[in-house]
Every structure is written in C-alpha cells, then in structure tokens.
C-alpha cells in the first residue's frame, strides 16, 4: 500500500500497536511465573546465592530496554525508522525460540534464559524506540492523539496483560510465556517487512559514539546499583554500604553527567537536550517517569499483597497462587483499557493537558484507598480500588505521549520517542529498587519480633526462632513475592521432627505464614503507597505545565511584507495537537483531494 493512500495509517497504527503490545508483555510476563520458571529449571529460588538469578530475570530486560531505546530512536532518525522497527520484530522472535528451548538446568539454565532475555530486549527496544515515531509520521496532527493514544495503552497496557498471561500460562508449561511469542512475532515480522514504507524524515548523520558509551554505562551502572542495594551486605539488612554498589551509584553519576557535557559540545547528539528547552516536554517525560515508578511499585507490591499473603489465607495453594494473582487484578487491565483510547480521542478535542493530569490525580486517590484496607481485604473494596488505579493510568498515557510527541521537530521524533521510552523503563527498574527497598526498611522494624513470637508460640526452640528472625528479611520478601512458604526450608527437618505433629503442620500449613508476615507487611505496605501517592501528585503537576510564551516584537516601519506563511502542522496545543512550529506536516491530502477515508 502506498504511503499516501487513506488507509496506510491504519495499517501503521496497528502493526506498530502490535509490536509495542509484545514487546511490553514480556516485560512483566517472567515477573509473575517466576515460580513455575525456579521449578521448572530446578532453581531453589531461597538459596542466597540465587538471588541474583531472580534480580536479573526480574530487571534484565527492562533494563536493557531503558539503556538502548534512545540510540536505537536515534539510529531510527539517521537510517529510517521502519528498518529499524523491522529488524527488532526480527529479533524478538528469533530469541523467543532460544528462550523457550533452555536445554539447561540450575544457574546453567538461569544465566541461559537471562542472556537471551537480553538479546530481546534489543529487539524488544527496537520497537518501542521507533512505534511512536512511525504513527507521528504516518498521522495528521489532528488524529495523532487517538492513534498514539492506541499503541501507548496498548504499549503499558501490555505490562498488566503479561500478568494474567503469565499465570495463565505458568499453569500449564513454563516454557509456553516464551513460545506464545513465536507465532505472533512471526506473524507481525513478515507483515512489517510487506506493509510498512519509510514516511519521515530521515537526516543522515554520524553514530555519536561518546554519548552513547557513557550514556549506556552510566545508566546501566546507576540501574543495576540500585536493584543490587536491596540485597543485605556485612551484616545490615540491605546493600547500601556494599563498596560495588557505591560504585555503582558514583560512577554512574558521574557517567551521566560527563554524557550531558559530551551531548553539549556534540554537533549531532544521540540526546537532543536543547528538547528539553521547551517546558512542555520536559515536564512530561518528568511525568511519565513519576507515573511509571509509581505503576511499577504497585504492580510487584500487589503481586506480593496477592500470592504471599492473601490467597493462602483464602485457601489456595501456593503453587496455584501465579495463576489467580493473574486473575484478581483483571479489573486493573480492565480499567486501563477502558480509559485509554477514551482518552486519547477526547484529548484531540479537549487538551490533553488536564486529561493526563487527571488521570495521575485518579492514581493518586487509588493509591490513598489501598491505603486504608486491611491486609486481609474483602476484595470487592480491592477491585474497586485497583479498577480506578488502572482507569488513571489510562486517563495519563496517551495525553502524556501526545504532549511530548507534539513538542518536537519532525526531523527529531525518533530519538523523542527513545527518550519518553528510556524514562518510562527506567522508572520501572528503578520500582524495583526504591519501593523494595522502603518494604525491606518497614519490613525491618517489626518482623524480627514477629517471626520470633509467632515461631516459640508454635513450640519452635527460643535460639532457633531468634536465628530464623535475624536474617533478612529481603528472604522473606522475595518468598512472599514467589509465593512460596519458606517455614520448611528455614527450619529444617531436624527442628521440624522434634514437634508436636500438630504444631509441625501448622508451621507448614498455608495460613502460618501469611498470618505471620501481614502485620509487617502491611507497615512497609504504608511507606510504599504514601510515596507512590507523592510521586502521582507531583507528576500531576509536572503534566500541567505549558509552554512559555514569546512576545512579539514591534514591526519596523516600512513597506508592508505579505505575511509568512503558517508553519505547516501547527495547531492550539490546548487541543491536544501538534505544537511547536518546527514540526513539518504529515497530512499528505493535496489541495482540492477529496477527503480521507475515515475509519480502518
């Protein structure tokens, strides 16, 4: 199909809304099988050397895809965006056979599946960096909030359907969360390659080898420091005295800021920062960070809230827990799917401004009645509360996007897009370490004393209890985030064996544990919902910001000039479309051209 027929856009819009749909489920798709991927390599996941399998399972690929997404967005903007977009379908696919083949088991077979997930997140982050930019180039501004506002809830939506795919999917075969994106990704590479045409900009330039370094090493440096401090080091509950992470935290501060001089002094930088000159996209990439910090806190403290806790004690057995933690937050998909094409549409018409700061506001509110149930909650309450949280982020995504997607050159979209992609993965690695690390702090204060009583109420020897409460309690944690009864394990058969058989049940039964770990539990739950709630107000703000406005000097006196022409692809930014007059336009309807066609 032609690039100028009526319906190539929507051809665009939904091949890349399928590649952004994949390549974010299987950002979250590993988070909640977890369980069934351990078992099914032969991976004790409490062992302590195995933590950091289960850190880089968790970050790898999101991490990856925060590091790579602005030079790929930039390789976009030089080479063209569908070839690149075209090369990551490609590769996405191809790793997904490697990830479901694992012949390995133990460590081998973890290090195996953690380098392939890897290799597709480049292709994964080929997608994304360039999904956004294609539809900018494809639509005209005044459809461009609807089309983007498909493939962005699309984009996070897919984060929330990897968790009921994966609990799903778990329950049958671990190796299914890899192979279900075979025949897609087959299926989206061969159309991609048939149907989409270069329509943007394409400005040659040279690869900026120095920002990138410095870029990709400080970021990942900085990324990887911070999951690695929830980790305990010498005796302290956590690693934030460990000499590597500090490091880490350093020096990848320190690369961040020699990146910032380099992109200065560059003629063509991987990093336009002279976009973040203009308030508008400033302020919402400081949103869409925010926001994703906050979504990516609640969603691995909910998985916690659900599989550790609050099935068990409603009767369900832990290795069922993946599947129905899946299923009970259904109604968070289900809202942000309701509001997010809504949103957009609405936002071509009413600003997308207030749209996407209302929606942060809705989080907000979410956050501060999760805040108030008790952790063995009636769930209709927790339905309700989650359904809203997700309406929010529906209400915020694609407004947010068409902010930032409207506030820069043509010429520049495909390293924008990389930039809003890089804050919005970067937020969510950066939940794993700021929101475990505030629960592991609340964790600290009151389950030692805790596990101690609940342990020598059930006949457990004092000096037995006392070693099990002084670990920390970062094991526990992750059992309840795995789903998993760590009593056993802990206690061993020695202590087990000298029991009561009654006492001995109950310790290994499905309600000890989660009974034992809820009121600590529930502390470090009010650190976390308390900043996700100040981080949604603050981005709120942040959203609300508008573009400074420029006086007008006076004419000089002479002969009347015919007035410039209007730059082409402008229009109020107040209407939720294109705003700066550098960006060219993408209505390609020649004058007197009847109409497009509406509609897919």
Known sequence: MDPDH???????????????????????????????????????????????????????????????????????DIHGRVRIYNAGFLIFTLTSVALSLDPLHGGAGALWLIGWRVVQAVGGSMLMANSAAIITDAFPARRRGTALGVNIVAGIAGSFIGLVLGGLLAEWNWRSIFWVNVPIGILGTVWAYRSLRETGVRKPARIDWWGNLTFGVGLTAL?????????????????????????????????????????????????????????????????????????????????????????????????????????YLVPLTVGFLAAGPIAGYLSDHAGARLFAAGGLVVMALSFAGLLLLPTDFGYPWFAVLVFLNGLGGGLFAAPNTSLIMSSVPAAARGAASGMRATFQNAGMVLSIGVFFSLMVAGLAGSLPHTLTAGLTAQGVPAADANAIAALPPVG?????????????????????????????????GREFFPQLISGPFHDGLVVVFWLAIAMSLVAAAASLVHERTRPVAPAAPGPAAAPAPAPADRADRTAGAETTARAETTDRTPPGAPAEAEGP
């Not at 939904?14 to 369980?35: E, F, H, Y």
């Not at 099914?40 to 950091?52: E, K, M, R, T």
Request: aromatic share 12%; with cysteine; charged share 5%.
């Open 6 to 76: 009526p319906r190539y856009k929507w051809v665009a819009l939904s091949n890349t809304t399928l590649g952004t749909l994949i390549a974010t489920i299987n950002a979250s798709i590993v988070l909640i099988s977890l369980p069934a991927i351990f078992n099914g390599i032969g991976l004790d996941p409490l062992q302590p050397g195995n933590v950091s399998y289960l850190l880089w399972m968790l970050m790898g690929y999101m991490l990856v895809t925060a590091v790579l997404v602005v030079t790929l967005g930039r390789l976009g």
């Open 223 to 327: 990324l990887a420091a911070i999951t690695y401090g929830i980790q305990p080091y010498g005796g302290h509950t956590m690693g934030w005295t460990n000499p590597w992470v500090l490091a880490g935290l350093l020096g990848g501060m320190a690369l961040l800021a020699a990146f910032c001089l380099v992109e200065s002094r560059t003629a063509e930088p991987m990093f336009p920062l002279s976009l973040f000159r203009d308030p508008v996209f400033a302020g919402g990439n400081a949103a869409t960070l925010l926001g994703s910090i906050a979504r990516g806190g609640l969603q691995f403290m909910l998985i916690i809230w659900l599989q550790g806790i609050w099935l068990p004690l409603h009767g369900y057995d832990y290795a069922d827990t993946p599947l129905w933690a899946g299923i």
């Open 476 to 508: 526990t944690l992750f059992a309840a985030f795995l789903g998993y009864n760590p009593v056993r394990q802990l206690l061993g058969p020695h202590v087990l064996g000298q029991l009561p058989p009654d006492n001995a049940r109950a310790l290994t």
